[in-house]
Nanobody, 124 residues
Framework: QVQLVESGGGLVQAGGSLGLSCAAS????????MGWFRQAAGKEREFVAT????????LYADSVKGRFTISRDNAKNTLYLQMDSLKPEDTAIYYC?????????????????WGQGTQVTVSS
């Protein structure tokens, strides 16, 4: 069992930066691939970024590639998402999620544990 708690959301102007954190409890964090997803109002939840268990492999949605960076610290049981050059279309609730596998994956169905989400709002 893994429990996930996101933090770091807020309001930022377009072009600005914001960093999200996801604190994980449970002894499986260091052996689980992790991901970030987001859901904008009136839209379906979409994949943002994923990282494998060791942090050596990362994948990004085309919409955030080059602007967002996913990372993890297994010693601290924490997942991060650094968001730079933010755009109004990045406004959404951001969710941290954990798989039961080692490899990074973009497939929603592979994520079994989800945080409660944190709101990110980018003003124009």
């Amino acid at each position: 069992q893994v429990q996930l708690v996101e933090s770091g959301g807020g309001l930022v102007q377009a072009g600005g930066s914001l960093g999200l954190s996801c604190a994980a409890s449970g002894r499986t964090f260091s052996s689980s691939a992790m991901g970030w997803f987001r859901q904008a109002a009136g839209k379906e939840r979409e994949f943002v970024a994923t990282i494998n268990w060791s942090g050596t492999t990362t994948l990004y949605a085309d919409s955030v590639k080059g602007r967002f960076t996913i990372s993890r610290d297994n010693a601290k049981n924490t997942l991060y998402l650094q968001m730079d050059s933010l755009k109004p279309e990045d406004t959404a609730i951001y969710y941290c999620a954990a798989t039961s596998t080692l490899g990074a994956t973009t497939a929603n169905r592979m994520y079994y544990y989800w945080g409660q989400g944190t709101q990110v709002t980018v003003s124009s």
